[in-house]
């Protein structure tokens, strides 16, 4: 169904990551009568199909999107990214959250294997049992979900099930273009400074956009019906900052370094191990390529790459996932590694949007700017799970908007 025309209530969400598109294509899919959404961001996922030469000199197409801009001012490009899950045995806001998303994307796998989403074996190994609860909530939920018993060396426990892994730009895009089908609206290219000079592009395009209403949309604005949605990830508070005057600095990046190699023999399983310093983990991103992970640096700014980083997560990989290179396991563990690092084919720096306390799913107001009150809905913060959680927290900020009458 597409959105009708004469919906009064206009909703404009800031933020085109995940976050952004996923609470956008919720709200215009569900409500087309209701609302009409507009996106404003200053980035957005532009995909293209890349063709880059490895070092070995194999030329590999996929899918990207240009980051011709700061790390630091968009997230959803770098991630994995893939469905493992966060949630603790008490967390059952997260639980919610993060189930609501494993079915919507097991959904989106079987009924639209050209989202960018699919079904893959999960196996997470955990260097110490103590790292799972027994019993973990989700053990239930997933599917085909088992205990390993042939442990390799130095795991103490791991478990085999269904997940899912996702394509970003793929993905985002799918969704994007879903949006544009259901008669979303979409500005990219501009930043915005404040919530106030949101609000004056939300008047300006649904006004000059072929808005049929046969009230003025301007005189709804006054009467407050526009609501805005901040899914700004880690600009989220900055840009809220400014309105509320507030000292309080509740956001900080969260460092990540991830390689993406060519591996066409390891595109149905993710590999996850925990315990160390960092988490290590293989997911496949379709096409032939791999990302391989990573670190968790919180409060780090640089955006540049660590080259011994680089070495020591294409090392830990290849000890998780002997698959990455073709050949027998048993051969010589350096050769293979260089066979591996001849299979580069960028390494990639992403800063999650870390928040005190987690995400800000919360309801806020603003005077507008002829006195009128504008509701805001925050969706930011979603950290190193905002894949595995957007369909949940796009569901909780409908519910929202509906249980507040916005
Ligand atoms: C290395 C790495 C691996 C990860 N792996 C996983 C994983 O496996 N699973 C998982 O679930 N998550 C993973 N994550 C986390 C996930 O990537 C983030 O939680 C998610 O991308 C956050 O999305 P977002 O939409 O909130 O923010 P972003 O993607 O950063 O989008 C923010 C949007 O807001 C816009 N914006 C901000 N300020 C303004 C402004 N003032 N004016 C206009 N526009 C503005 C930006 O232009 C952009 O469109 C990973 C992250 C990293 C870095």
Redesign the pocket.
């Known amino acids: 169904m597409s959105a009708d025309s004469r919906a009064t209530k206009k909703v404009v969400v800031?933020?085109?990551?995940?976050?952004?598109m996923t609470t956008a294509l919720l709200i215009q899919q569900q409500r087309p009568r209701e609302y009409s959404v507009l996106v404003?961001?200053?980035?957005?996922i532009n995909p293209y199909m890349k063709s880059a030469k490895t070092p070995s000199g194999k030329t590999v197409e996929y899918p990207e999107t240009k980051m011709d801009f700061s790390a630091l001012?968009?997230?959803?490009?770098?991630?994995?990214?893939?469905?493992?899950s966060l949630a603790s045995n008490s967390d059952t806001f997260l639980q919610q959250t993060e189930a609501l998303t494993y079915k919507h994307f097991m959904n989106l796998a079987i009924k639209h294997p050209n989202s960018g989403v699919r079904i893959v074996e999960g196996v997470d190994l955990y260097l110490n049992k103590k790292l799972v609860d027994d019993n973990n909530w989700h053990f239930s939920l997933v599917k085909d979900f088992k205990v390993v018993s042939d442990l390799p060396e130095g795991v103490e426990y791991a478990t085999n099930y269904k997940t899912l892994v996702v394509n970003?730009i793929i993905y985002i895009d799918f969704c994007k273009r879903w949006f544009l089908m259901e008669g979303g609206k979409f500005v990219t290219g501009?930043?915005?400074?404040d919530l106030r000079e949101l609000e004056a592009i939300a008047v300006n395009e649904f006004m000059s956009k072929g808005d049929k209403s046969p009230t003025p949309v301007a005189q709804h604005f006054s009467s407050n019906e526009l609501t805005i949605i901040n899914?700004?990830?880690?600009?989220?508070e900055s840009?809220n900052k400014s309105l509320v005057n507030t000292n309080s600095k509740l956001m900080y990046p969260?460092k990540?370094?991830?390689v993406l190699v060519y591996a066409p023999s390891m595109q149905h399983k993710t590999i996850t191990k925990l315990g160390g310093k960092y988490m290590s983990?293989v997911?496949p991103r379709g096409s032939g390529t791999v990302i391989l992970?990573?670190t968790h640096q919180p409060h780090e700014y640089t955006p540049d790459s660590d080259p011994m980083t680089t070495d020591r997560i294409l090392e830990e990989c290849l000890k998780l996932a002997p698959e990455l290179v073709e050949g027998s396991p048993e051969d010589d563990f350096k050769s293979r590694l260089e066979i591996l690092k001849s299979n580069v084919l960028d390494v990639?720096v992403?800063?999650?949007?870390g928040r005190v306390g987690g995400v800000n799913l919360s309801v806020d107001s603003m005077y507008g700017r002829s006195g009128n009150t504008i509701r805001i809905i925050h969706n930011?913060g979603?950290?190193?799970?905002?894949?595995?959680?957007?369909y949940g927290y796009a569901v909780h900020a409908l519910n929202l908007l509906r249980q507040n009458k916005l």
Not at 40 to 44: D, M, P, T, Y
């Open positions: 800031l933020g085109a990551g995940i976050i952004g404003v961001a200053e980035h957005s001012e968009m997230t959803s490009p770098i991630a994995g990214a893939h469905w493992r970003p501009v930043r915005v400074k899914c700004a990830g880690l600009g989220g840009i969260v990540g370094q991830v983990y997911i992970g990573g990639k992403g800063f999650r949007p930011y979603h950290n190193g799970y905002g894949f595995q959680s957007s």
